[in-house]
C-alpha cells in the first residue's frame, strides 16, 4: 500500500514540476514555516505539570497546479516523552523523530476570486515517520543502554484552513489537522522490540491526532 501511495504523489510531483500555471499575482511557489499544537490529553505522565502540549514543526513548498489545487511536501520535527511499562513500573523515553511527505491542497469552488495559495482550503497528506526511542531510565534492556530503537509509522492527516497574503509577498495560515498513525508493517518478532513499536506508535498517534496549525512564509516563482 505505502508503495502505491508514494508513486502516485510521485506522479503528482512529475504533474507540478512540469505544469506552469499563473498562480497568485504570477508566483506559483510558497515556502513556509509552520507550528502545530494542541493539549495532549492522552499523556499520562506521574511527574510535571498535570496538562502538557504536544508541539511539532514543518518546513514545507507548496507549488500551485492549479487556480484550484496546489502540492505540497513536508518535513517536520517533533520531540515527545512516552512512558512505558517493565514489571509493573512506569518508566520513560524520550522520542525523537522526523516525518516527511507529500500533500494536495484544494482550494473551494464556490468561492468567487479564489486563486491558490490564497483563500480557505482542505488538505490532504500522507506522511512517513520515522522516531528515534532513548531510555531515560536505562532499565528496560539488562544491560541498560539508553537507544532503543528507531520505528517508523505513517500519519495519514486531514486539514481545513485558510492562508492571506501580506503586502504581495509574505502568507500566513491558520487551520485545524487531524491525523491517523498507523505502524509501517508487520510487527518484530522479538516481543520487547513489538512493544516499543506499538507504544511509540500510539505516542505518535496521540501526537498528531488534532492539532492547531499556523505558518509564515514567503511566496516566490
Known amino acids: 500500500m505505502l508503495r502505491q501511495v508514494l508513486c502516485l504523489y510521485g506522479c503528482l510531483g512529475l504533474a507540478v ?11 506559483r511557489t510558497a515556502i513556509r514555516v509552520s507550528a502545530s499544537a494542541f493539549p495532549a490529553l492522552g499523556l499520562r505522565l506521574r511527574e510535571g505539570p498535570p496538562l502538557r502540549f504536544n508541539v511539532y514543526g514543518d518546513l514545507s513548498v507548496e507549488r500551485i497546479v492549479t487556480r484550484r489545487l496546489s502540492a505540497e511536501w513536508t518535513l517536520g520535527y517533533y520531540r515527545t516523552l512516552s512512558a512505558y511499562m517493565l514489571r509493573d513500573t512506569m518508566s520513560y523515553m524520550r522520542l525523537r523523530g522526523w516525518y516527511t511527505g507529500p500533500a494536495l491542497l484544494i482550494y473551494p469552488l464556490y468561492r468567487r476570486g479564489n486563486i491558490a495559495p490564497v483563500g480557505p482550503y482542505q488538505r490532504i497528506g500522507v506522511y512517513l515517520n520515522t522516531t528515534h526511542a532513548q531510555d531515560l531510565a536505562h532499565r528496560f534492556f539488562p544491560d541498560g543502554r539508553s537507544r532503543l530503537g528507531t520505528f517508523g509509522a ?10 492571506h497574503v ?22 518484530p518478532e522479538d ?7 506499538a507504544t511509540t506508535a500510539r505516542r505518535i498517534r496521540q501526537l498528531r491526532g488534532l492539532s492547531l496549525v499556523a505558518g509564515l512564509g514567503w511566496l516566490t516563482h
Open 17 to 27: 514540476a512540469l505544469g506552469q500555471p499563473s498562480g497568485y499575482l504570477g508566483y
Open 154 to 163: 505513517i500519519s495519514l492527516a486531514a486539514m481545513i484552513g485558510t492562508q
Open 166 to 187: 501580506w503586502r504581495e509577498r509574505i502568507i500566513w495560515r491558520i487551520g485545524l489537522e487531524a491525523a491517523w498513525t498507523l505502524d509501517t508493517g508487520a510487527l
Open 191 to 197: 516481543r520487547q522490540l513489538a512493544y516499543l513499536q
